[in-house]
């Protein structure tokens, strides 16, 4: 919630600007969405509860940043997100996933983020615990196993141990500053894991629900006997399975679940694409878009508001922020069923990407395809550069397949910097060696990728 209240609507659409290029309409409505989970947190208590958040509807072609938006919101606010598509439910009674699921899958993505930071609350903890438990693996106590030979003396200053004791606890110090100069990560110890083999559950009869496998799963889980495995492994490898496993004993999970949920609740973010694929004409008829309309049925309650259970415990989604989007090419937004339609006031029409935006989207971004190749070849000791002219023309030619087969917006960039660069990836490291600076110009790119374009025949095999 601090997080939120140190974000304006101003300050959260410059954050988006680093990863998405265009799109300002789209930035703030989402902007001013998530600036209203705070206001509504700090207003007076009797209205909380009466304010819902503006669900969002964007209509664009594929790859102009319809999720991407979405998913940088979500990591912005620090909240929980889960990204669904509205293709995958069936109507109930139909084979296929129930649009409960989603909620379900919400609170699982809360579970992970609250864990995550309980886990660093007690990571000190944890490691002190680790620390022991890897030094006891490498020399054991002397209350454990008894009288001990005499260790190695190698590393002791000229004092005499006056007892096998007194030497066990100095041998431990000394391979404990060791650990902590990291001079023993490769070193193999063997260490207990703790294991619980839950059996794959068959149901006879009739069909059985998600939630209900789910519980019975837990349930025998539960019954079982945690086992004990030694397994053999390097000190830098145990040391992540032993944090994990102590981090989890020292956190409450009750404690978890019920921040979950309401974090669920006031901050969570559902992502639903490919909403026009369940937007069907009032042309009537049945066949395989018979479930549709029955998808839209089933999945108005949870976006007006209403109580699913989880094996977590019970949320309630009236004030989850629904974000829903779609291409939009063969039905129309209208073709929702109305109450549907009612229920995502807010639209946003996301601008098919210029020249210029895919000019900018090589550039700008934090994380720009370019920047990525170059962080690739970094890893083998190879310099990867960019001139301005070869990314305008990388740009042209992206542009230009996309208006002469199929418009896939900034994916298309992925395709085209994959056929210019595949050559040089392959060659790493055989015969482009270490320490080679490679200068990516224009007559490379119109020489790798002019025929992407010339060739409209094969045009129709290009992704």
């Given at each position: 919630?601090?997080n939120?209240e140190?974000?304006?609507?101003?300050?959260?659409?410059a954050?988006?600007d680093?990863y998405?290029?265009?799109?300002?309409?789209?930035?703030?409505?989402?902007?001013?969405?998530?600036?209203?989970?705070?206001?509504?947190?700090?207003?007076?208590?009797d209205m909380?509860?009466?304010i819902?958040?503006?669900?969002?509807?964007?209509?664009?072609?594929?790859?102009?940043?319809?999720?991407?938006?979405?998913?940088?919101?979500?990591?912005?606010a620090?909240?929980?997100?889960?990204?669904?598509?509205?293709?995958?439910?069936?109507?109930?009674?139909y084979?296929?996933?129930?649009?409960e699921s989603?909620?379900?899958?919400?609170?699982?993505?809360?579970?992970?983020?609250v864990q995550?930071?309980?886990?660093e609350?007690?990571?000190?903890k944890a490691?002190?615990?680790?620390?022991?438990?890897?030094?006891?693996?490498?020399?054991?106590?002397?209350?454990?196993?008894?009288?001990?030979?005499?260790?190695?003396?190698?590393?002791?200053?000229?004092?005499?141990?006056?007892?096998?004791?007194?030497?066990?606890?100095?041998?431990?110090?000394?391979?404990?500053?060791?650990?902590?100069?990291?001079?023993?990560?490769?070193?193999?110890?063997?260490?207990?894991?703790?294991?619980?083999?839950t059996p794959?559950?068959?149901?006879?009869?009739?069909?059985?629900?998600?939630?209900?496998?789910?519980?019975i799963?837990e349930?025998?889980?539960?019954?079982?006997?945690?086992k004990?495995?030694?397994?053999?492994?390097?000190?830098?490898?145990?040391?992540?399975?032993?944090?994990?496993?102590?981090s989890?004993?020292?956190?409450d999970?009750?404690?978890v679940?019920?921040?979950?949920?309401?974090?669920?609740?006031?901050?969570?973010?559902?992502?639903?694409?490919?909403?026009?694929?369940i937007?069907?004409?009032?042309?009537?008829?049945g066949?395989?878009?018979?479930?549709?309309?029955?998808?839209?049925?089933?999945?108005?309650p949870?976006v007006?508001?209403?109580?699913?259970?989880?094996?977590?415990?019970?949320?309630?989604?009236?004030?989850?922020?629904f974000?829903?989007?779609?291409?939009?090419?063969?039905?129309?937004?209208?073709?929702?069923?109305?109450?549907?339609?009612?229920?995502?006031?807010?639209?946003?029409?996301?601008?098919?990407?210029?020249?210029?935006?895919?000019?900018?989207?090589l550039k700008?971004?934090?994380s720009a395809?370019?920047?990525?190749?170059?962080s690739?070849?970094?890893?083998?000791?190879?310099e990867?550069?960019?001139?301005?002219?070869?990314?305008?023309?990388?740009?042209?030619?992206?542009?230009?397949?996309?208006?002469e087969?199929?418009?896939?917006?900034?994916?298309?960039?992925?395709?085209?910097?994959?056929?210019?660069l595949?050559d040089?990836?392959?060659?790493?490291?055989?015969?482009?060696?270490?320490?080679e600076?490679?200068?990516?110009?224009?007559?490379?790119?119109?020489?790798?990728?002019?025929?992407?374009?010339?060739?409209?025949?094969?045009?129709?095999?290009?992704l």
């Open positions: 919630m601090a939120l140190s974000l304006t609507p101003k300050q959260i659409v954050e988006l680093k998405i290029i265009g799109q300002k309409d789209a930035k703030k409505n989402v902007a001013i969405a998530l600036r209203n989970r705070w206001r509504r947190m700090n207003a007076p208590e909380q509860k009466e819902t958040p503006n669900n969002i509807l964007m209509i664009g072609s594929t790859g102009v940043g319809k999720t991407e938006i979405a998913r940088r919101l979500a990591k912005l620090d909240a929980p997100f889960t990204k669904v598509e509205a293709s995958k439910f069936t109507e109930v009674g084979v296929g996933r129930d649009v989603m909620v379900r899958d919400l609170v699982e993505s809360s579970i992970h983020l995550t930071a309980k886990k609350e007690v990571k000190d490691s002190e615990i680790v620390e022991e438990i890897i030094v006891e693996a490498l020399v054991p106590s002397m209350g454990k196993t008894g009288k001990k030979k005499k260790q190695d003396r190698v590393g002791f200053d000229n004092e005499v141990p006056e007892s096998d004791e007194e030497l066990n606890q100095r041998t431990r110090e000394l391979f404990r500053e060791k650990l902590r100069r990291g001079e023993l990560e490769n070193r193999k110890i063997d260490i207990a894991v703790r294991s619980v083999n794959n559950i068959g149901v006879m009869g009739g069909p059985i629900d998600e939630m209900s496998m789910m519980n799963s349930m025998i889980g539960g019954m079982l006997p945690k004990e495995k030694k397994r053999k492994m390097t000190i830098a490898d145990a040391r992540k399975v032993l944090l994990e496993e102590e989890a004993k020292l956190i999970m009750d404690e679940k019920e921040e979950a949920i309401r974090k669920a609740e006031n901050l969570g973010i559902i992502f639903i694409d490919e909403i026009d694929k937007a069907s004409s009032r042309s009537g008829g066949g395989p878009d018979v479930s549709r309309e029955g998808v839209q049925r089933d999945m108005l949870i007006e508001g209403s109580t699913v259970n989880t094996k977590y415990g019970v949320i309630n989604t009236d004030h989850v922020l974000i829903a989007a779609g291409a939009f090419h063969v039905s129309k937004p209208s073709d929702l069923i109305p109450e549907l339609q009612g229920r995502f006031p807010i639209r946003v029409e996301l601008q098919s990407l210029k020249e210029e935006d895919f000019y900018r989207i700008e971004p934090k395809l370019t920047k990525q190749y170059i690739l070849l970094q890893s083998e000791g190879v990867l550069s960019f001139d301005d002219e070869a990314l305008a023309e990388i740009a042209r030619i992206a542009f230009a397949v996309n208006s087969v199929e418009n896939i917006g900034a994916r298309r960039l992925q395709t085209v910097m994959s056929h210019l595949n040089i990836m392959f060659d790493i490291p055989d015969v482009i060696v270490p320490n600076k490679i200068v990516i110009g224009k007559d490379l790119v119109i020489e790798r990728l002019g025929g992407m374009v010339k060739n409209r025949d094969l045009s129709q095999y290009i």
